[in-house]
């Protein structure tokens, strides 16, 4: 629909005088755009009341007129504006720098009161390729120097530093450029290690660019954990630490003598008394070539909780066996050597004739107690006389009277 030109003509003059008879449609302040965003206008206290036109302009070039059954909208906007009849916003998408200006809105009520209102917008171009280019070399703590420098295109009104998401402030060892687009930090400490930050800013558009630092440090403070004194034939591990970056490699040493274990952890299976002594922990950083030690000292004792080893036992199980087998080899040797069955013949010598010893006292009748006997027998079992003796002892005791003999002994009657 085209609006006619006198009403035209009243609306460019009643905007164009506007401005003289004051605001009635506030805005809450300028509005900011980058080339190729969008952008919305809108008063803050749009009128109540039934509006009979309502036009925008930009600057003034009219932008579209409102009435009560349409919206007419010029052709240079017509495929990037949008208008709301109920809050009076107008959009505008895909800006130019060109946009940039002031925007004027003008509303006529139903009671024929003609409200104001205006605002501005500034229109920036993109922030783009922004990005941090860092030092190249292995930065060492207190000996190397950081330069970071930042690079972008676009309207730049500002530029932020920042360090792990805090503002990165100036200080002895940290200098900012006159532009504020650089930082040298010298020397470097490992406190600098981090992730750093820098923001290319403007009123409508902004970007970020990150690089991570690394400062190389140590070994220092390398600890050694593990027991002091311990018992034969128990595990013992020593962990050794140190506070390094990058990580520290280890090797260890026993009483100065190199070994092969090259982890942080020395691991003893089962302690015997070889294992007493001085453990020396190095720390190494291949980085900062430098190397730190600690020594730790580990006292294997006998006794305690622990029992013997497996390698005391088994010894006395050899010393058994051993003394078990020279007891049967020399069992075998007397056999073969006829010894044994010599002793058991003289043995069977003496008990026959301490049998023999017995009858004749019985025959006798002197009261010889038999047991006394044979424990005289006994007794001398060691000796190779015993029969002898026996008779010696035998022949000294008194014998009762010989009874006489008679020649002729009377018959006996029946």
Known sequence: MMVSDSLYCTLWMLSFFGQYLG???????????????????????????????VQWQFGTTLILIAQSDSTTIVPEYSDRVSFDRNTLALELWDL??????????????????????????????????????????????????????????????????MKDNSPLSPSNSIIFSSDNRSVSISPVQRSDSGEYQCTYRNPAISETATLSLIINYGPEDVSIKGEDVVDLGVRVSLSCSANSEPAASFSWKINETDTDVTTD??????????????????????????????????????????????????GIVIGVLVAVAGICGLTVYLIKAKKIPKLNQQQKRQASGAAQSREETKARGDGTVPGKMSEHIYENDKHENVYENVKLEDSRRPRAPTPPQVSNPPPVRG
């Open 96 to 161: 130019r720098l060109d946009d940039s200006g002031i925007y004027r809105l003008t509303v006529v009520t139903s009671a024929g009161e003609t409200l104001t209102g205006e605002t501005s917008l500034q229109v920036f171009e993109n922030i783009t390729n922004v990005r941090l280019i860092g030092p190249e070399e292995l930065l060492i703590e207190g000996e190397s120097s950081a330069n970071i420098s930042s690079v972008g295109t676009g309207s730049i009104t500002s530029v932020q530093w």
């Open 23 to 53: 605001e009635d449609l506030q805005f809450s302040g300028p509005a900011n755009g980058a080339v190729g965003g969008s952008v919305v206008f809108a008063p803050d206290n749009p009128p109540s009341t039934t509006l009979n036109i």
């Open 265 to 314: 952890t020395f691991t003893i299976d089962y302690t015997d008394f070889t294992h007493s002594g001085d453990y020396i922990c190095t720390a190494w950083n291949n980085v900062t070539k430098r190397s730190a030690t600690q020594q730790h000292t580990l006292l294997v004792k006998g006794g305690g909780g622990g029992g013997l080893s497996s390698g005391a036992i088994a």
